[in-house]
């Protein structure tokens, strides 16, 4: 089956680029998750391009490059206001340990490297003139909505082990079924994920969970048992399950990764489950950790209470406080996203900056030095402020504070 299709948007943009190293003698496609994209319909972003050309010989096309994958062939390409990724043909025939190949062999034919792409659907090439080099009727497999290994999928998982990781993301993102022989590899292989760095690992799980299908990910990872080799998921079952019951898509990964701690601390009924360790074994920033710790916190305390507390809106913030409702309607709860806008734009103050009296103010009238009574102190006049129990006005505030014994007596 021969298709043809226009070169427009991204492509096109991409055009010149591919000129020139046709230009200078060599061929170039377009390959990958563009050309997979663009037949599906879906949005194109990054355009990927195969060459015959050596990176040297890439790198001597142009005038603005980046060696950021040399050793595998990729070099980045700055040009037309874009950057684009251009690997030379290469075959991956040295794995050791499961894992991406520490040396590449470059090759001169597309269809070489064509065989050594994850899937028929990232395995199709658009030349100049937009028709498609698909000699794994990886079309056809589109058509289907069919993911299948190129060639023999025991021997492609064996060779990188994260494809089988990315054969479930894309089940997640695409709506698209596993073929039959390629899950039935995955189910045999799936040991071998372990001999992946978790960081590879993370960046599907974390597309995965962040699919619209989600649901149709997170089945093959429990079918296949992938989800017994992934950090501190062999014992989650149930918690995998409640995400897959859960019918609605996360609006980022932030809040997904919040859900899917949550659903694991709710399993836990020794208590024992540290959500810290379990982020910081998934390798993610710290950043990022930090901010899923503030929603899965935030998502507790409003399950616990019940209600939308002005105090837990100022401690979060209102975006992470709207994303906490947004969780609880995850958890088949009514957000009240209205009432929690109301209830924030009638806060007294938004921001600690805001609180009328300084640690300096508090040091002075009470004669001391720093301490933790003064830390104390703050925090009990900024939490009071906040819920109305005292107007913010220094002199206010301070007699407050007395009365409630945070200020403590002059020597
Ligand atoms: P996305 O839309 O998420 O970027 P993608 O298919 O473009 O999806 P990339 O990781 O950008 O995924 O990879 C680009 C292409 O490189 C793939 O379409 C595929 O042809 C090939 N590829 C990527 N990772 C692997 C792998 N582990 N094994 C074999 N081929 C791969
Ligand atoms: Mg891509």
């Excluded at 050596?54 to 790198?59: L, N, S």
């Excluded at 040295?94 to 050594?116: A, G, I, N, Q």
């Excluded at 960081?199 to 649901?215: C, D, N, Y």
Aim: net charge negative; proline share 2%; aromatic share 8%.
């Amino acid at each position: 089956m021969v298709k043809k299709l226009k070169i427009d948007g991204e492509f096109k943009k991409a055009y010149p680029v591919l000129e020139k190293i046709w230009e200078a003698g060599f061929e170039a496609y377009y390959v990958g998750g563009s050309v997979r994209d663009r037949l599906l319909g879906l949005e194109v972003n990054d355009v990927d391009i195969a060459t015959s050309a050596h990176p040297y010989e890439i790198k001597d096309i142009f005038s603005r490059t980046v060696d950021v994958g040399i050793e595998h062939g990729t070099v980045l390409v700055l040009a037309e206001e874009r950057e684009y990724e251009i690997t030379t043909f290469r075959t991956e025939s040295t794995y050791k340990d499961f894992r991406r190949p520490d040396s590449v062999t470059f090759v001169r034919s597309l269809k070489e490297d064509l065989k050594r792409r994850d899937f028929t659907m990232n395995a199709i090439a658009m030349d100049e003139a937009g028709l498609l080099q698909d000699p794994f009727d990886g079309l056809k497999d589109i058509e289907n909505e069919i993911i299948r290994a190129v060639g023999n999928p025991h021997e492609r998982f064996n060779e990188d082990a994260l494809r089988m990781m990315r054969a479930v993301r894309f089940a997640a993102q695409l709506d698209f079924k596993i073929e039959e022989e390629t899950m039935i590899s995955i189910k045999e292989n799936a040991h071998l994920l372990e001999k992946i760095a978790i960081e590879r690992i993370q960046i599907e799980f974390e597309k995965l969970l962040t699919g619209t299908w989600r649901q149709k990910g997170l089945e093959a990872m429990l079918s296949t048992n992938l989800y017994q080799y992934c950090p501190g998921l062999a014992e989650e079952k149930k918690a995998l399950e409640a995400l897959i019951e859960d019918q609605k898509s996360f609006e980022d990964s932030e809040s997904a990764w919040a859900m899917l701690v949550y659903q694991i601390s709710k399993e836990d009924h020794l208590n024992i489950f540290k959500d810290r360790k379990f982020l910081v074994r998934w390798k993610l920033s710290n950043k990022k950790i930090q901010k899923i710790r503030k929603l899965f916190y935030g998502l507790k305390n409003r399950i616990r209470s019940g209600m939308i507390e002005p105090l837990e809106i100022f401690n979060l913030g209102i975006e992470d406080a709207l994303k906490v409702e947004g969780l609880m309607n995850h958890l088949g709860e009514e957000t009240k996203a209205e009432e929690l806008k109301k209830i924030y734009q009638n806060l007294v103050i938004k921001d600690p900056d805001e609180l009328a009296i300084r640690g300096q103010d508090l040091m002075e009238i009470s004669a001391r030095k720093a301490g933790p009574w003064l830390g104390d102190a703050l925090t009990y006049a900024l939490e009071s402020v906040v819920c109305g129990r005292v107007i913010n006005e220094k002199q206010n505030i301070i007699g407050f504070l007395v009365e409630h014994n945070k200020i403590p007596d002059k020597i």
